[in-house]
């Protein structure tokens, strides 16, 4: 009776191991295929965003990413850019909590995404993307070529300013980027002075250029602002502090302070 069942449960094994193999066959064909399909897509979408054909890549990347549930960061990100570049800013926020870190093969497309945003005052969208980017190593010029665009000396501080957290452990950088600060500040300081009469506003950004010089250790730069700020207390008729800011500037060796003065 033994002897007999043997070969049948022989038999069975054998298809059991057989049915497995075609079982891990199967999955593999299909995970080669899902791959393959993924990278295709991926590779057909990036060339019609080059070709400035958006809306098709946008709708490609959408298909891909509703047929494929697994989570894929490079279409995350690629579809994020198209979302940015055809100005879809809500669907662009919706998916920035998916996006992971931004390498540096990303680095085309985030320049990119950054002027766009920028282009838009998308600035919540840029801090978050920026706290994503550690990877690339992102210059002070960065921050700076971004700040120039803006249209008020609020949004220039705020981009600088966030810079200046970026690169925290880069002495160097940072205080370029807050002697750019300054230069702007006095700059705008200067226009309204001269145009608008708007001393409030005056003194507001030049007691923060002044701030910026002392922790820069720029002396000629905090000469220069105390004599400034001397002038705007003088035009307000303060001259309590405008003697004040005036004498500091002479001792800092500021030679127009020190004519005022005598």
């Known amino acids: 009776m033994n002897k007999e069942n043997k070969p049948k449960n022989s038999s069975s094994g054998y298809l059991l191991i057989i049915g497995v193999f ?30 400035y054909k958006t809306s098709q890549a ?49 680095m085309v497309y985030f320049q990119k995404i950054i002027n766009r945003l920028n282009l838009h005052g998308e600035d919540h969208m840029i801090y978050e993307l920026l706290k994503k980017a550690q990877e690339l190593n992102l210059t002070e010029d960065f921050f700076i070529s971004i700040s120039v665009q803006k ?33 702007r500040l006095v700059e705008v300081e200067a226009y309204l002075e001269e145009d608008n009469k708007d ?25 220069d602002i105390h004599y400034r700020l001397g002038i705007a207390y003088k035009q307000i008729k303060d001259f309590e502090k405008a003697k004040k800011h005036l004498t500091l500037s002479a001792k800092l060796g500021n030679k127009n302070a020190e004519k005022l003065l005598s």
């Open 151 to 183: 249209k008020s000396i609020v949004d220039e501080s705020s981009v600088l300013e966030l810079g200046m957290k970026y690169l925290k452990h880069n002495e160097t950088a940072v205080k370029k980027l807050k002697k750019h600060l300054i230069q």
């Open 22 to 51: 075609f079982g891990v066959l199967l999955i593999s064909v299909f995970l080669l295929y899902t791959n393959t399909y993924e990278r295709r897509c991926l590779y057909t979408a990036k060339k019609l965003l080059k070709a």
């Open 199 to 223: 001393f409030t506003r005056t003194l507001k950004y030049l007691e923060k250029a002044r701030q910026l010089s002392i922790q820069i250790q720029d002396k000629s730069f905090e000469a």
């Open 58 to 106: 946008t709708a490609l990347l959408e298909n891909v990413k509703l047929q494929i549930k697994k989570k894929n960061p490079q279409l995350n990100f690629l579809l994020f850019y198209a979302y940015v570049q055809a100005d879809k800013f809500n669907k662009a926020q919706n998916l920035l909590h998916n996006l992971d870190k931004i390498n540096l093969h990303d």
